[in-house]
T-cell receptor, first 112, second 114 residues
Framework: DGGITQSPKYLFRKEGQNVTLSCEQN?????MYWYRQDPGQGLRLIYY???????QKGDIAEGYSVSREKKESFPLTVTSAQKNPTAFYLC???????????FGSGTQLSVL | AQKVTQAQTEISVVEKEDVTLDCVYE???????LFWYKQPPSGELVFLIR??????QNEISGRYSWNFQKSTSSFNFTITASQVVDSAVYFC???????????FGSGTKLNVKP
């Protein structure tokens, strides 16, 4: 079945550590997104990519980095510069052209 | 600027009650898309409906209905005869025609009690 796979489901980060969240899709979608969800704040856009080898910052990109070397994959790295990384992270993809977003099941990141 | 406002943070109803979730949006675009998503406790967002700015027809799908009014920039969602399984966080979202970015409201948590 086609879909978006995020891993791991739970992730713990130590102080000063970089961690990478995985997002893979087999929907053949061009556009991919990373959102951060904090309680009561809805979804905030971190980065998005409309095509391979290209990506743009969203509203809260500081302390995060991404790559888009393959159409299927859009990993998110939470760097040590992100001082408050505890949140639920959602990856999504879309064909573009006004079509809906498809979401993964999310990764809960916590700080040890 | 693009913005979506869901003023209702949390709503509690008793099963079989009707409930309306409000969504107000701001955009300068003449062409745009509006969406509703459901987020159950499992965390994954589930698509419910998409509406484009040219289509103001209301839509009904089973117990769900949507009222889109451009004059008031609103896209409200009504659940008729609510059920416990409707308990979730519901998000309204806006996407501009020209840009592949989605703007989400802060969500409304719906609690349906038996």
């Amino acid at each position: 079945d086609g879909g978006i796979t995020q891993s791991p489901k739970y992730l713990f980060r130590k102080e000063g550590q970089n961690v990478t969240l995985s997002c893979e899709q087999n929907l053949n979608h061009d556009a991919m997104y990373w959102y951060r969800q904090d309680p009561g704040q809805g979804l905030r856009l971190i980065y998005y990519s409309q095509i391979v080898n290209d990506f743009q910052k969203g509203d809260i990109a500081e302390g995060y980095s991404v790559s888009r070397e393959k159409k299927e994959s859009f990993p998110l790295t939470v760097t040590s510069a992100q001082k408050n990384p505890t949140a639920f992270y959602l990856c999504a993809s879309s064909t573009g052209g006004g079509e809906k977003l498809f979401f993964g099941s999310g990764t809960q990141l916590s700080v040890l | 600027a693009q913005k979506v406002t869901q003023a209702q943070t949390e709503i509690s109803v008793v099963e079989k009650e009707d409930v309306t979730l409000d969504c107000v949006y701001e955009t300068r675009d003449t062409t745009y898309y509006l969406f509703w998503y459901k987020q159950p406790p499992s965390g994954e967002l589930v698509f419910l409906i998409r509406r484009n700015s040219f289509d103001e027809q209301n839509e009904i799908s089973g117990r769900y209905s949507w009222n889109f009014q451009k004059s008031t920039s609103s896209f409200n969602f009504t659940i008729t005869a609510s059920q416990v399984v409707d308990s979730a966080v519901y998000f309204c979202a806006l996407r501009s025609y020209n840009f592949n970015k989605f703007y989400f409201g802060s969500g409304t948590k719906l609690n349906v009690k038996p």
